[in-house]
């Protein structure tokens, strides 16, 4: 979450190389201990007591080799998901850093010490998932000059097919189905903890109220992505016990404030009533209350 808009990559373009070099790699690297110190303050003060569990949400896009016949591509959406998924997973859930990036990102990747990697293994009682859109992935071409983005130098691109939300993110259903299955295989499996879906959902185009109320194709991503979340539970059995959908009311979102709509019900700030149901609400109430099944 730390490099999520290209504007935080120019950014860092223009600080001096030798920051430039290190900085992403020690917040991240802080952010583990602080995670792994955490945990284990609060399963041996409270865990006991209160029955409560801990954890982290990692936000992860599912990545696709652009060409599935190029040996290129397909490392090159290995790395997509080791860079953004298993850079902070894979110390949680394997004890270290993805072999891939301790190759590429070198001296500049901070070390554990065992201590460390021993705290921070299992330091999660569930995986905890924000999932949006998927990816075509390709080799690039940055050059090797200590960044994030040149040591992970990959190309991403959308088939023309895919349908795409109001903010431009890619609408591809099974690609949730298909990254339950990465993450039960590379960790949960092993560990034998659930995986919680903690946001899921789509920006609609709804300037006005009217859009906004007849909200279907948020209805429609919806129940095709619950679709694929069931597929995932029946025929690839994995253990999924949580979605929520992102998000209940029209959030401030970040730098488009109220521009951009991912709430099932609108927010008009200034106007009366200022909250007002959408039809997807409905549609969703209606789903969870029947306890449906696709």
């Known amino acids: 979450f730390f490099f999520s808009s290209r504007r935080r990559h120019t950014r860092c373009r223009e600080v001096s190389w030798a920051r430039r070099c290190v900085q992403e790699t020690v917040l991240a690297h802080n952010t583990l201990l602080a995670h792994a110190h955490a945990v284990k303050l609060y399963r ?34 290995i790395r997509n998901l080791e860079f953004q998924l298993g850079w902070f997973a894979n110390p949680i859930f394997v004890g270290d850093y993805p072999d ?71 609408i591809v259903p099974e690609g949730l189905r298909h990254l339950l299955v990465e993450i039960y295989n590379r960790y949960t499996k092993n560990a ?31 129940k095709s992505y619950l679709e694929n979340v069931e597929l995932a539970i029946n025929q690839d059995k994995v253990d999924v016990t949580g979605y929520f959908v992102w998000s209940l009311i029209d959030n401030f979102e970040w730098m488009d404030g109220f521009s951009t709509r ?33």
Request: aromatic fraction near 12%; glycine fraction near 6%; charge should be positive.
């Open 192 to 222: 034998k903890v659930p995986i919680m879906i903690t946001e899921n959902g789509m920006a609609n185009k709804e300037t006005t109220w009217e859009e906004a109320q007849n909200d279907t194709p948020r209805i429609e991503y919806l």
């Open 44 to 77: 041996k003060l409270y865990q006991q007591k209160q029955k409560g569990k801990i954890g982290m949400v990692f936000n992860s896009d599912m990545y696709y080799p652009k060409d599935s016949t190029k040996e290129k591509d397909k490392e090159a959406a």
């Open 262 to 294: 991912f709430g099932m019900i609108r927010v008009d700030i200034g106007e009366v009533p200022l909250r007002r149901a959408k039809k997807s609400l409905a549609w969703y109430a209606e789903f969870i209350k029947s306890n449906q099944q696709f």
């Open 100 to 170: 891939v990036m301790k190759k590429r990102v070198g001296k500049r990747l901070p070390v554990f010490t065992p201590e460390e990697k021993e705290m921070l293994k299992g330091s999660a009682d569930f995986f905890a998932l924000n999932h949006y859109q998927s990816n075509l992935c390709e080799e690039g071409d940055c050059p090797k000059d200590g960044d994030y983005w040149c040591d992970l130098n990959v190309k991403n691109s959308y088939r023309p097919e895919w349908k795409k939300t109001e903010i431009g993110w890619s």
